[in-house]
């Protein structure tokens, strides 16, 4: 079993960064991949960003130049440092994890962006 634990949320005005980590029960080296998921209020969750065992990275349009996902694998974390955030970016972050075909999902951790 895995356990993912998120933080890093909170209110932030637009412009601002949030940097957000997910901290891992399992070494990270196990995964296939890992990733950043969101989710908004009456929407469906959806990819942000996402990195493989490779180091290959993928983002949504909507965050390029803006987000950027990384890892420490001596702390288990992987990390969505996110800049210059808009009102579109207020969701509930959550930190995935492929292991073995199966996914894992942390609780999640809100990002609002306003004023």
């Known amino acids: 079993q895995v356990q993912l634990v998120e933080s890093g949320g909170g209110l932030v005005p637009p412009g601002g960064s949030l940097r957000l980590s997910c901290v891992s029960s399992?070494?990270?080296?196990?995964?296939?991949?890992m990733g950043w998921y969101r989710q908004a209020p009456g929407k469906q969750r959806e990819l942000v960003a996402s990195?493989?065992?490779?180091?290959?990275?993928n983002y949504a349009d909507s965050v390029k130049g803006r987000f950027t996902i990384s890892r420490e694998y001596a702390k288990s974390t992987v990390y969505l440092q996110m800049n210059s955030l808009k009102s579109e970016d207020t969701a509930v972050y959550y930190c995935n994890a492929n292991w073995e075909g199966a996914d894992y999902w942390g609780q999640g951790t809100q990002v609002t962006v306003s004023s």
């Open positions: 399992r070494s990270i080296f196990s995964f296939d991949a």
């Open positions: 990195i493989t065992t490779g180091g290959l990275t």
